[in-house]
């Protein structure tokens, strides 16, 4: 706190005007960047997050409407550009659509913030904390969802705090971040009232109380709870995803194959996960069609390795099925176990993907943006089509669901799949085209917080990282260094007795509660203004009986 009067009081002196807003939103943008995974600290500096909107929250307050809108765009493009920069090594019209589209979002944001801090004057701060929420979770909706950068997601590591995702999901953890940064900020503003710098301590202080006491109560709770274990194994195999050819392919599969045998000779395993899209020819549309002899002979070859192995498998696969007249193409899960006879002839269990990542697999508006999409292609986006069907497999003994890659960072998603009555996630993911660490910990730290929402626990198997195992507390109990052929072998446990967490049941009920308190503050705040009341009053009664209806209106 001292640390930030001091910047604050020497930004004050030596600045003024634009030249000072400016040094706020660069500061902005370099305290939310760091605070996230990123290509400096892998797991990011999570004490900056409760700092991250201190610059944000002063900007806004000292900014006419006119100069927000620059300073709004600025702040989108570059703490996303910075935050994502990894984006470039898929496809450069991806980050460049993705930095204007969230500059844009940001404008408004910010424009909002203003809105609401003149409504609420009172208890601007508060307000705007509350705004800023509401931003995050209306990002994550839609074709345009992008739940990268959302605060709570910084703070990955602490347990103790993650623990509130099972009864509000994420949003009670970036509710207290942004509060945090709020009552700093009021208390930099001086000239703030007693009343509402009160309100601000008093709300972030029993706030941040409460999520560390039911943290520990909910550690201790599960921790006490009967588990059933499933041993499990999650092979990474490092592919490049920037190399294609039947060769390329021949040489994962062989890759993929040797480490499972080593893994199996390691750890007797139910169960052994292949990363996603990790067998590249689509494997049922080359059995029936026959069309490349190489082809069908790799599917042969794999067809017979799972055959004599005593182990079910998933595999991340293109899903190439004909509708009509033509092929659709989707990114996809096989299950195979020659327990279910569904090898020889092979007739896997199947999941579709269902949410795609914008401009890299979907782009829903070709008709309307041909260029875009055209320039898409070029750049070389796999555009796929979407599943519909939230797929559970009862395979060994264990329930479970295969959200793939971008998926698991979406927890309405998959607590529907929980809903369907999965207990647990196999997740295949492949960001190995980033050739980021920062991509792979940003992915990794969002799909800690959907074990913990469902109190399931997660297998990951990536192509290049990080495969891991990860409890119902959000613990990783097993990792795989990145960028290395490896496996990751272990035990994935269990609720003994399935219990259904008040988030699955009733998912992001928390954000309408932030809704409804922000109307009730602004509609407190427009009731103190009562020189416009009494005016719509004197229009409508003409004049009649005004002060006994100001009377009951008090």
Same mark, same amino acid.
């Given at each position: ?100 589209? &969230? ?90 009232? !007693? ?20 943290? $520990? ?55 052994? !996960? ?11 549309? &080359? ?24 182990? $079910?498998? !998933? ?9 009509? %007249? ?52 070029? %750049?070389?986006? &796999? ?34 799949? !929980? ?43 990536? %192509? ?91």
């Amino acid at each position: 706190l001292c640390c930030c009067f001091s910047v604050w009081s020497g930004v004050k002196k030596s600045f003024m005007g634009t030249s000072r807003k400016l040094v706020l939103i660069f500061l902005a943008i370099l305290l939310f960047f760091l605070s996230h995974p990123n290509f400096i600290f892998n797991n990011g500096l999570s004490f900056l997050a409760y700092f991250a909107l201190i610059p944000v929250f002063i900007c806004i307050r000292v900014s006419s409407i006119k100069s927000l809108i620059p300073l709004g765009f600025l702040y989108g493009c570059l703490s996303y550009g910075l935050l994502c920069s990894w984006f470039c090594s898929f496809n450069p019209y991806a980050i460049y659509l993705g930095t204007a589209v &969230n500059g844009l979002f940001m404008l408004l944001l910010f424009l909002a913030l203003k809105a609401f801090s003149f409504l609420c004057a009172r208890f601007s701060f508060l307000a705007m904390a509350l705004v800023w929420c509401l931003y995050e979770y209306l990002k994550t909706l839609g074709f345009l969802g992008f739940p990268y950068g959302i605060l709570a997601y910084t703070q990955w590591k602490n347990t103790l705090l993650i623990q509130s995702a099972s009864w509000g999901g994420i949003w009670p953890l970036s509710l207290l971040l942004a509060l945090s940064s709020a009552t700093v900020s009021c208390l930099l503003q001086r000239e703030k009232s !007693v009343k509402e710098i009160k309100l601000l301590l008093i709300s972030f202080g029993t706030f941040f109380t409460f999520l560390l006491l039911s943290g $520990a109560f909910l550690l201790k709770k599960y921790n006490s709870e009967e588990k059933k274990s499933f041993p499990i194994i999650c092979v990474q195999n490092n592919t490049d995803s920037n190399k294609y050819g039947l060769e390329v392919y021949k040489r994962d599969a062989k890759t993929l194959m040797a480490l499972t045998d080593q893994a199996l000779d390691d750890f007797n395993a139910k169960i052994v !996960v292949w990363p996603e899209t990790a067998f590249v020819p689509p494997l049922l549309y &080359n059995y029936i069609e026959r069309n490349d002899t190489d082809r069908y002979a790799m599917v042969l070859n794999l067809l017979d390795f799972m055959q004599k192995r005593d182990c $079910a498998f !998933v595999i991340g696969n293109k899903i190439k099925e004909k509708e009509g %007249g033509s092929y659709k193409d989707y990114n996809g899960v096989l299950v195979f176990d020659r327990l279910l006879e569904n090898i020889e002839m092979p007739a896997p269990l199947v999941y579709k993907k269902i949410h795609l990542v914008p401009f890299a697999e979907t782009f829903p508006y070709k008709k309307l943006f041909p260029g875009i999409y055209k320039a898409l292609l070029m %750049g070389g986006s &796999n555009l796929w089509d979407a599943g519909s069907e939230f797929s559970v497999f009862n395979i060994r003994g264990l329930s479970f669901s295969c959200p793939v890659c971008f998926e698991d960072t979406f927890g309405d998603l998959c607590r529907r799949f !929980v809903l369907e009555g999965s207990d647990a996630f196999i997740n295949l993911s492949n960001d190995s085209w980033s050739q980021s660490n920062a991509c792979q910990m940003q992915h990794l730290s969002m799909a800690v917080f959907r074990s913990v929402e469902n109190r399931v626990p997660s297998a990951r198997s990536t %192509g290049s990282g990080v495969t891991c195992l990860i409890d119902i507390l959000g613990r990783i109990k097993n990792h795989s260094e990145p960028f290395a052929e490896n496996y990751v072998c272990g035990n994935i446990e269990t609720l003994a007795e399935k219990k259904l967490s008040f988030y699955t049941l009733y998912g992001d009920y928390f954000v309408i509660i932030e809704l409804f308190l922000l109307i009730f503050m602004s509609l407190l705040e427009a009731l103190k203004h009562f020189t416009f009341f009494r005016s719509l009053l004197c229009i409508l009664t003409r004049g009649k009986n005004i002060t006994k209806i100001e009377e009951c209106l008090t």
